[in-house]
């Protein structure tokens, strides 16, 4: 017999309660957010004001409930970052860190697992390839840098990526300058 799902409630008391320190207030509020949408969430803050404790709590959620999220960056270095950064994360959550995977045009670490790290233009591909890959169970995009989103070259990718997303997933966007 599976468990049962937690709630929402559930999700963010144990989201909570798991971190090391206490949210800055404009972190509450964006998981407050979070965990009360059925759609998505734009987090514009500054550079050092905690938008990666944000985007976790997706990863945690999706974790708890069986699903699967994907995190986009522009970067392959931010890839790189963002993987060891939420291996470690899951890895203190009690969950194997083989939980999170690497899919960039150069490398892929644990291509199956629910937490993938993927270059913009690997979720866009995704997307576009509907019969390859199933989005079934997929609970949430983030998408760091999403200032991006104007870059007049790779912008596109993300608005694609944005209008081909199934309705049941949520985004989370998350840019220190967005404007």
Known sequence: MNPAVPTRDELISGYLDQ?????????????????????GVLVCTPTGTGKTLI???????????????????????????????????????GYPRESVGLVTGN???NPEAPVLVVVAEILLNRLLHPSAFDFKD??????????????????IVWEFSLGLLPHHVRTLLLSATVG
Do not use: N
Not at 21 to 30: K, N, R, S, V
């Open 55 to 93: 985007a976790e709590a997706a990863v945690y959620e999706a974790l708890a409930t069986g699903g699967r999220v994907y995190y986009t960056t522009p970067l392959i270095a931010l890839c790189e970052q963002k993987l060891r950064e939420l291996q470690d994360s899951v890895q203190r959550w």
């Open 138 to 155: 997929v609970t949430a995009v983030v998408m760091d840098e999403f200032h991006s989103f104007a870059d007049p070259e790779r912008g």
């Open 107 to 109: 490398r892929r670490v």
């Open 19 to 39: 971190l090391q320190f206490e949210p800055y207030p404009i972190q509450e509020e964006a998981l407050l957010a979070w965990f009360s949408t059925d759609e």
